[in-house]
T-cell receptor, first 111, second 112 residues
């Protein structure tokens, strides 16, 4: 049982490039979320999904897109990377009741 | 957005000491959660609280859901070196589609 799998673990982008952060869970969880973690600021919600085909914006959605075509996958797309998007990104999933299970993160640097 | 005020920001304690940290908010939460994050890893759920006044233990950890539903605390008894890490509180607001609001974390260092 792999839980929540995020790829890649590390990425360096140039300003203006686009990329997709992958997230997959094998627990048949309905709820999935993307967070970014910056020093001293805890985790902030970017986008979330309450089921396949349903997504919504969180606290800091600008510059990011998501889609949820299957229950298992919830990719996060950076449209045009900016240095302000340098951060650690976490994907998480939940069955609804109780807490979320987190992936091990993607460390992104935009130069 | 909603804010959780978590304190203290950091703690340095001797091995064997007890630790207490807490979170407060101006909003009412339906669920309080406590997570621990080790370096280079994602947060791991320690304790989940679902009812006002609830007191729950997980080994040496004890957490309580405040009676006003606006606060929670986490206690760690008899700390050991592997307790080192960042502890986060998180809450779920009513009508939030079960999304979490996180505190800014407490960095715990345990000295031998």
């Amino acid at each position: 049982n792999a839980g929540v799998t995020q790829t890649p673990k590390f990425q360096v982008l140039k300003t203006g490039q686009s990329m997709t952060l992958q997230c997959a869970q094998d627990m048949n969880h309905e709820y999935m979320s993307w967070y970014r973690q910056d020093p001293g600021m805890g985790l902030r919600l970017i986008h979330y999904s309450v089921g396949a085909g349903i997504t919504d914006q969180g606290e800091v959605p600008n510059g990011y897109n998501v889609s949820r075509s299957t229950t298992e996958d919830f990719p996060l797309r950076l449209l045009s990377a900016a240095p302000s998007q340098t951060s650690v990104y976490f994907c998480a999933s939940s069955r609804g009741e109780g807490g979320y299970t987190f992936g091990s993160g993607t460390r992104l640097t935009v130069v | 957005g909603q804010q959780l005020n978590q304190s203290p920001q950091s703690m340095f304690i001797q091995e064997g000491e007890d630790v207490s940290m807490n979170c407060t908010s101006s909003s009412i939460f339906n669920t309080w959660l406590w997570y621990k994050q080790d370096p280079g890893e994602g947060p791991v759920l320690l304790i989940a609280l679902y009812k006002a006044g609830e007191l729950t233990s997980n080994g040496r950890l004890t957490a309580q859901f405040g009676i006003t539903r606006k606060d929670s605390f986490l206690n760690i008894s008899a700390s050991i070196p592997s307790d080192v890490g960042i502890y986060f509180c998180a809450g779920q607001l009513a009508g939030s589609a079960r999304q979490l609001t996180f505190g800014s974390g407490t960095q715990l260092t345990v000295l031998p």
